[in-house]
């Protein structure tokens, strides 16, 4: 009896939390340990341990999760180490901050979480699948499922709002993402740092600030390297393939996500609005604004309304705005840009636009500078419709741009740009492929001419007062771009007179690597012989035949003097992110295959990204080498090339 008294008393003096999980103290060295969907909830009692997944947890059969650290925030350590909670609900009619965490300060990382919903009543708060309100460090993160129900502000599958301290690394999300305002398919609000994020699913909102990946990236905000795809929908102001409104900074990042919406304001492939700084970032999904009441107004490939900084970037997808032409009328389509009243440079766009009044083929109506640029995309509208911008204001620049799309109206067409005031210089569009051979501003010249460097270097060229700078900023080549000048940043070479004819296939001298022992050409030499000759499909078969003389063909190996050895284990393309990509660059870089002159991705600014200034380069690679099809794919047959470098 004495002995049972005695360990009762022990008992109550340990620690209650031996029991609340499969093991550990909590300590940075010894982890609460979490095995099941209790342990999970049970953190809220050591709101500063250290906890680690040790299997995965299945929280299928789990009711009334109620989110952690609502009263104080989260400041510990959360190691998922891999494993992955799934199908959990958080589900309340109480709680304004609704996710797996409400607060944290502390860092999450390593983790999976799989089917999880999130749904309230309330209308107000932040929710966010993992965390309501971040303001620590987030890293190494995959989420699925569905958070918000529509009315919510401030909502992401991942992270509600992002605090400037926040830090958000490695994050993919997949799901369906719905609320109020300040909705993103990742994260709701950012003040912070987001580097290295991917949403893929639906995003809509029923007010403002929507975006593929982030609704509103804040002042202070950055994402870099980062992407979206899916669609976005609503019917509020800002909406945006990657970010609603934008007043931070963007790099290095994309959107495929097609986006549309009803009587909006600022709608663009990649951003709604921006008072930002946006660099080397590019959107390829469609834009599509519908009305039927009010004027919506500005929609543009890349971004709707713009008074912020953007630099070398491009937008692919069709513009459309169309509604009912007896009553509400839609200003302001472009191809880049809707509303551009900020300085765009060295920017282009392709796809086309179908507006009503002030629709271009690479803005709808100009309030600031564009210098730089061109548009290849149709331009089609009621009225004030041009190749370039649809409407100029009094006070705007123009300089060094030109267009070739279609342009087709009723009325105020032009060639180039069209109304009122503004300096347009040394400006061309392309009289054949326009249809136009007139414009308000702009000078027109022939589809020969316009493929001619001299036509803008020679100052003789009417409407020429400044040469263009083809030194640094501007190519030419008769194979690239349809013949047009290109921007150097895409990574095409500059070739006025275009590349020599291809010399006859001379045979690589042998050496002992090559050679068989029994003289000739060895398999390698025949193998290396057949890529020069530009016989790919026969090279790829005999390395078939023959896996043990060639692993490159699955695996190639890229000695790399910062990191050692650098395994090639996947084909590459544009969209991959990883180690492989920047090793990939500085390969690329090194034999002459330059990525990017300046900026991410030149001389020893590599990065992780494949992009579009990667994809360039290895194009100019493959078609230097005679690899077919020359579009850009990191394959077997490239890397076996490179390899023989």
Not at 99 to 110: H, L, N, P, V
Not at 140 to 159: E, F, K, Y
């Amino acid at each position: 009896m004495k002995k049972n008294a005695i360990l009762l008393l022990v008992l109550l003096i340990l620690p209650i939390n031996i029991f609340a999980f499969g093991g550990g103290d909590g300590s940075s060295g010894s982890p609460y340990q979490i095995q099941n969907c209790t342990d999970l909830q049970n953190i809220k009692d050591d709101l500063d341990g250290y906890y680690v997944l040790t299997q995965n947890v299945d929280c299928s059969g789990f009711s009334n999760f109620t989110p952690i650290a609502i009263s104080a925030d989260f400041n510990g350590q959360l190691d998922g180490d891999g494993f992955t909670i799934s199908d959990l609900t958080i589900s309340t009619t109480t709680t304004v901050y609704l996710g797996i965490f409400a607060t944290s300060d502390g860092e999450i990382k390593d983790l999976i979480i799989d089917n999880i919903t999130v749904t309230s009543t309330q209308d107000t708060g932040r929710f966010g699948g993992l965390v309501a309100y971040n303001r620590g460090t987030i890293t190494n993160i995959d989420i699925s499922g569905s958070v918000g129900t529509g009315i919510q502000d401030s909502v992401g599958l991942l992270v509600g709002g992002n605090d400037s301290l926040g830090v958000i690394t490695n994050a993919t999300g997949t799901g369906t993402v719905s609320g109020n305002d300040y909705v993103g398919g990742l994260i709701g609000t950012n003040a912070g740092s987001v580097s290295n994020a991917t949403f893929s699913g639906d995003v809509s909102a029923a007010d403002d600030y929507l975006g593929g990946l982030v609704g509103e990236n804040a002042n202070g905000g950055s994402v870099t390297n980062s992407d979206s795809a899916g669609t976005v929908t609503g019917e509020g102001n800002y909406l945006g393939g990657l970010v609603g409104y934008n007043s931070g900074s963007i790099s290095e990042s994309f959107a495929a996500a097609d986006v549309s919406s009803t009587d909006s304001y600022g709608l663009g492939g990649f951003v709604g609005g921006n008072e930002g700084d946006i660099t080397s970032s590019y959107a390829t999904g469609s834009v599509y604004m519908s009305y039927s009441a009010g004027s919506p107004y500005a929609a543009g490939g890349f971004v709707g309304s713009d008074y912020g900084t953007i630099s070398e970037c491009y937008a692919t997808g069709d513009v459309t705005m169309e509604g009912d032409l007896v009553g509400p009328v839609g200003y302001a389509a472009g191809g880049f840009a809707g509303e551009a009243g900020g300085i765009i440079e060295r920017s282009y766009a392709t796809g086309n636009v179908v507006g009503f009044l002030a629709a271009g083929g690479f803005c709808g109506e100009l309030y600031g500078e564009i210098s730089n640029s061109y548009s290849r995309g149709n331009a089609t509208g009621e009225g004030d419709v041009a190749g370039f911008c649809g409407y100029v204001d009094t006070g705007t620049t123009i300089l060094k741009s030109y267009s070739t799309g279609l342009v087709t109206g009723d009325t105020g067409v032009s060639g180039f740009a069209s109304v009122i005031g503004g300096t347009v210089s040394d400006s061309f569009w392309d009289i054949e492929t326009s249809g136009q051979v007139s414009s308000d501003y702009g000078t027109g010249t022939t589809t020969l001419a316009m493929k001619l460097i001299t036509t803008f270097t020679d100052l003789a060229t009417e409407g020429l007062d400044e040469v263009w700078d083809f030194d640094t900023i501007w190519g030419i080549n008769p194979d690239e771009n349809d013949g047009y000048p290109f921007l150097r940043w895409q990574g095409f070479t500059h070739d006025p007179d275009g590349p020599d004819p291809a010399p006859e296939p001379v045979p690589e001298p042998q050496n002992n690597s090559n050679r068989s022992s029994g003289g000739g050409c060895s398999v390698k030499c025949k193998v290396n012989n057949l890529i020069k000759q530009g016989k790919n499909v026969q090279a790829q078969e005999l390395m078939n035949k023959w896996p043990k003389l060639f692993p490159q063909n699955n695996v190639a190996v890229v000695n790399n003097t910062n990191t050692g050895a650098t395994i090639f284990s996947r084909d590459l393309t544009i969209g991959f992110v990883g180690e492989d990509v920047r090793d990939l660059q500085k390969l690329l870089n090194k034999l002459g295959y330059i990525v990017s002159v300046s900026g991410p991705g030149s001389v020893g600014n590599e990065t992780s990204m494949f992009g579009a200034l990667t994809q360039a380069a290895l194009i100019k690679y493959q078609k230097e080498n005679g690899i077919v099809p020359a579009v850009g794919y990191f394959g077997p047959i490239t890397r076996a090339s490179l390899l023989g470098k």
